[in-house]
Structures are given as structure tokens and as C-alpha cells.
């Protein structure tokens, strides 16, 4: 990786998007972008980064029960994959884990990641378009697209839960000191890293994706994306 510096390394910092979603279930909790999700995105002058995890989690249980179990996942208190299932049986929830959801896509040199989360018949979706030296989320329910936030300049974004974000927050504070874009791609890696193995709500596999592409971040064509194409060359 090329090692450039940022045009103006002074301009940067870390973006949090405050947004209630949650899979399988509702929830009266907010501050959460999807607590089963960890989608981190660098957008730089030298290039592009987003990284996102592989997990998904589907509960059924009574619902004191699942808030509870909810609370200690979210807050860091299970750790692993053991503990996931321990404390899920203590309570008396069923649980569906699948570790192989894409939440990352390269579209012709924008990087998109997406959460999601389904509340009976309603499914919520946050997503995340990242370009060089720009950034954008799209809340999209039941069909209504709604801009949420753009940004511009040098900027690390996180959508997590509770626990996932506070990693990140203390890793980019830490590490990130007038960077390159190779050490924004290590920082990103190292938090995906950290955070897989202080909490199983995300899991230990990722996908990584970077571009240098200056692609356009229309704002119109984002806003008509969806997620069929993604797989697509192009993907618009």
C-alpha cells in the first residue's frame, strides 16, 4: 500500500450515527446502528476503506429474558461464542447464528456497507457510502429513503453497538496521529481484530475493501441504490 499523507491530516475524526436497529425482534433501546453489526469506513484524500463483519443473530425468547440477554451481549459482558450460547440457555432463548452475511460492497469505486434489522413485517436498513474524502448514510424504511448525514474530509466512520464502538473510539484516538491511509487500513483492521475478540456479537471473520477511485458520491444515485445490484460491476 502506498503510504501518502492526507491533504490536511489536522481534519480528522471519528463519526458516530445514533440510530435504533435491531434483528429479530423489538426493542424500545436506541443508540444503536445494528447491535449485530460492526461496519467501519475511512474516508481519505489517498483513498477509501471499509471493513464490516460476517455475523447475524436471530433470538426468540420472552422478552425480559431477551432484553437481558440483549444488555450483556451489547455492553461486552459475553465475550465468546461459548458464553453466547450458555447464557442464551440460561434464559431460554432460541438462537439462529450465521457467520457468512456480506455487509460490505465496492460500486464502481464507492464503497457501500449496510445493516439491517426486521421488526415483524418491517425491515430497517442503514447504509453507509464511502468515496475518497467523502461519506454518506441512507436510512431506508419501508421503502422511504431518508439522507441522514454527509461528510467530507479525512473521517473514520462506525456503526456498531455499545461495546464495538467504544474499541474503535479508543483505538482511532490512540493510534491515529496525522496518518497515512496505510495506517487508517491497519487501524481498521486492528479495531475488526479487538472487537471480535471482546464481544460475540460480531464475528471473527471480515471483509475488507479498499479504493484510490475518486468516484463521484452523487447524492441522487444513492439515494435510488439498491442492494440488487450490489453484486453487479457497477451496482447502480
Known amino acids: 500500500m502506498e503510504g501518502r499523507r492526507l491533504a490536511d491530516p489536522r481534519r480528522r475524526q471519528v463519526e458516530y450515527d445514533p440510530g435504533e436497529m435491531k434483528l429479530g425482534r423489538e426493542s424500545s433501546r436506541t443508540g444503536d446502528d445494528d447491535p449485530m453489526s ?26 425480559a429474558e431477551t432484553a437481558g440477554f440483549e444488555q450483556e451481549l451489547y455492553s461486552g459482558q459475553i465475550v465468546n461464542d461459548t ?17 457468512d452475511k456480506c455487509k460490505v460492497s465496492d ?55 455499545e461495546v464495538t464502538k467504544r474499541i474503535a473510539h479508543d483505538m482511532i484516538q490512540e493510534e491515529w496521529k496525522n496518518g497515512t491511509f496505510a495506517d487508517a487500513v491497519r487501524i481498521i483492521i486492528g479495531v ?13 471473520a471480515y471483509t475488507i475493501l479498499q479504493t484510490r477511485r475518486r468516484a463521484d458520491l452523487d447524492i441522487a444515485t444513492i439515494m435510488n441504490y439498491e442492494k440488487g445490484g450490489r453484486d453487479q460491476e457497477g451496482g447502480w
Open 83 to 99: 458464553d453466547l450460547w450458555k447464557r442464551a440457555a440460561e434464559r431460554g432463548i432460541a438462537l439462529q447464528v450465521r457467520d
Open 192 to 204: 475488526m481484530t479487538s472487537a471480535a475478540s471482546c464481544t460475540a456479537s460480531v464475528s471473527r
Open 107 to 161: 460500486q464502481g469505486g464507492i464503497l457501500v456497507g449496510e445493516v439491517s434489522e426486521s421488526d415483524g413485517a418491517t425491515v430497517r436498513i442503514r447504509r453507509l457510502f464511502v468515496s475518497c474524502g467523502t461519506y454518506a448514510i441512507v436510512d431506508v424504511t419501508e421503502g422511504k429513503q431518508v439522507l441522514q448525514k454527509t461528510g467530507k474530509g479525512s473521517s473514520f466512520v462506525v456503526l456498531g453497538n
Open 38 to 63: 460492526l461496519v467501519v469506513a475511512f474516508s481519505g484524500h489517498d483513498g477509501a476503506v471499509i471493513a464490516g463483519d460476517l455475523r447475524e443473530i436471530l433470538m426468540q425468547g420472552p422478552d
